[in-house]
């Protein structure tokens, strides 16, 4: 008897050695994951003595994979004057394809999401570059904010905000007129042909305002700029001063010192900024005169379609519009520039349709036919944001309170742009009360 509880015993002790080697062996897999076992029946092995041991394992190799490169931030900056009623050519070259970016996810070569900050201000400082009246200015000012709103740029998404609400704005105007040639400027194709309409009463704003609109760029250390065919000089006008800017003055063992005394890094001071080229049908042209751009400065008021106009207004406005004497209608004949531009707005405002449904519709008609068919698209396409728009604009303490948001939120980054810029060119820095 004694015999067999010694065997027994032995047994025993055997098999909580064997189990103990076990676990110490399922332990050692899960712990070196770089140093894996290379037998196959030893692993099917080890399974059949402890499958749960594998899971830990599986975890292990995870989290070693390599890390994910950081994906920088875009910054988009845009805006509009508020001169008058912001018209169609506005909206769809503009504030229509903002939203579009705002609601859209972008992504990098490589199908990564890239996050993007938009910020879209309304240029007040830049409407004041022409003769303005102050009354207008006022109401001009809030019915932009206004109509951005209403047309889809969501608050929650995007930053709306006043350019004069902004200091830094006509701060960093100055310091860039101080170090841009005035040839420079003096190429602007839009201070041509604005200051032959002023002659001799033409102000230095006029002349300076392109300074103005590289600060806004600038200030926001902004990617990507949304840009239209007129305005792709102003921004390189923008990328030559910031290169100019990184030249003369974020340079060598002085720049630096004065950014370590500072307590910023000594990197350049400005982003380059690329351009979003906008899409087709962005350049809206005039309703009296198809080879000339929709404008807020034409004197006559039927020569573009204001987005509050009411429905009467632009039933009149498309039946007096300007066409030619040819059979049919057509797209992009040169000859026709009329043509093109309304088929351009009729198909604008019908953004699920494609060109060719539409020509197929469209090219056997007369212009009484088509006149009232773009009229009542152009009516239906406006008639929401016409609705949105009333709401916004009256609740003026609300419109208020998103702009001030926004410009809280602009007046962060641009304070430390501004900061930045002074330490570069060596200006003395105030003293915190701290």
């Avoid at 041991?53 to 995870?62: L, R, W």
């Avoid at 900056?77 to 169609?88: A, D, E, M, N």
């Avoid at 020509?359 to 056997?364: G, L, S, T, Y």
Wanted: charged share 25%; with cysteine.
């Amino acid at each position: 008897m004694k015999r067999q509880l010694s065997a027994f015993s032995a047994v025993a002790v055997a098999m909580v050695v064997l189990v103990a080697t076990l676990s110490r062996a399922s332990a050692f897999v899960s712990r070196t994951n770089a140093f894996p076992l290379r037998s196959s029946s030893s692993i099917a092995w080890l399974r059949m003595a402890s499958t749960s041991a594998d899971a830990p394992a599986t975890d292990a190799s995870a989290e070693v994979d390599p890390p994910k490169k950081k994906i920088r931030a875009e910054r988009v900056l845009s805006g509009v004057q508020p001169t008058g009623s912001l018209h169609l050519g506005n909206y769809l070259g503009a504030i229509r394809q903002w939203v579009d970016f705002q609601n859209k996810e972008q992504y990098d070569e490589e199908g990564n999401v890239v996050p993007v900050e938009n910020f879209f201000c309304v240029v007040d400082l830049h409407a004041i570059t022409m003769p303005h009246d102050p009354k207008d200015l006022y109401e001009s000012t809030l019915s932009s904010a206004a109509l951005y709103i209403a047309a889809g740029i969501d608050p929650a998404k995007s930053r709306i905000f006043v350019q004069s609400h902004v200091p830094a704005h006509s701060e960093l105007a100055w310091l860039l007129n101080c170090i841009t040639p005035m040839n420079w400027l003096e190429r602007m194709i839009q201070f041509k042909e604005k200051s032959k309409k002023q002659g001799e009463s033409v102000g230095v704003g006029l002349f300076t305002y392109p300074s103005l609109m590289a600060a806004d760029i600038m200030l926001y250390q902004t990617t990507k700029v949304p840009v239209g065919e007129d305005q792709r000089q102003h921004l390189e006008l923008t990328r030559d001063i910031v290169r100019r800017f990184h030249d003369m003055f974020c340079k060598g063992g002085q720049f630096k010192k004065r950014c370590k005394a500072a307590g910023i890094p000594s990197r350049p001071t400005f982003t380059d900024p690329d351009p979003i080229i906008m899409k087709e049908g962005a350049r809206v042209m005039s309703l009296t005169e198809g080879t000339n751009k929709m404008s807020k400065s034409d004197a006559n008021d039927g020569s573009r379609i204001n987005v509050l106009d009411p429905p009467e207004t632009i039933r009149n406005k498309i039946k007096r519009c300007k066409t030619d004497a040819f059979e049919g209608i057509e797209w992009n004949n040169p000859e026709r520039p009329e043509a093109t531009n309304l088929l351009t707005i009729y198909a604008a405002v019908q953004p699920d349709r494609t060109k060719e449904d539409i020509i197929e519709e469209v090219k056997d008609m007369n212009w009484g036919e088509f006149k009232p068919l773009l009229a009542e698209a152009i009516i239906n396409h406006l008639e929401p944001i016409q609705k949105r728009y009333y709401e916004v604009r009256n609740d003026e303490k609300e419109l208020n309170k998103i702009l001030k948001e926004g410009a809280d939120a602009a007046n962060t980054v641009a304070k430390q742009t501004l900061f930045a810029t002074k330490v570069a060119m060596g200006f003395v820095p105030p003293v915190s009360d701290a």
